[in-house]
């Protein structure tokens, strides 16, 4: 039961980092659109699963994208599954990741 028609998932483990990036994007595009329930069942655990990505544009991506994401997930959601992966990626070796999943945590 995928509330659309494009399986986003089958992207994120895509060998061309570029597809991961697509995936990412088309989440953050769609996720006001899907709703609540269909952003944190079906489209926060691709996001989560990008964030220890081997590309650092891709990880700080993640950020982002969480970033627009966290108002749509719920509290209990976002303490169990979010924060930690943030808290993380807070100890990032690309400055950017820091940056913008400092963002992030900023909007939890």
Known sequence: ???CPLDLGCHSVHKNYLYRMTTLFSI??????VGSEV????MLPTVLSLSSDPVPNVRFNVAKTL????PLIDKASI???VKPVLAK?????DSDVQYFS?????LC
């Open 1 to 3: 039961q995928l509330a």
């Open 28 to 33: 953050a595009a769609l996720a006001t659109a």
């Open 39 to 42: 952003v944190t069942a079906q």
């Open 67 to 70: 970033s627009a994401l966290i």
């Open 79 to 81: 303490e169990s599954k």
């Open 89 to 93: 990626m807070l100890e990032d070796v």
């Open 102 to 106: 400092q963002q992030a945590l900023e």
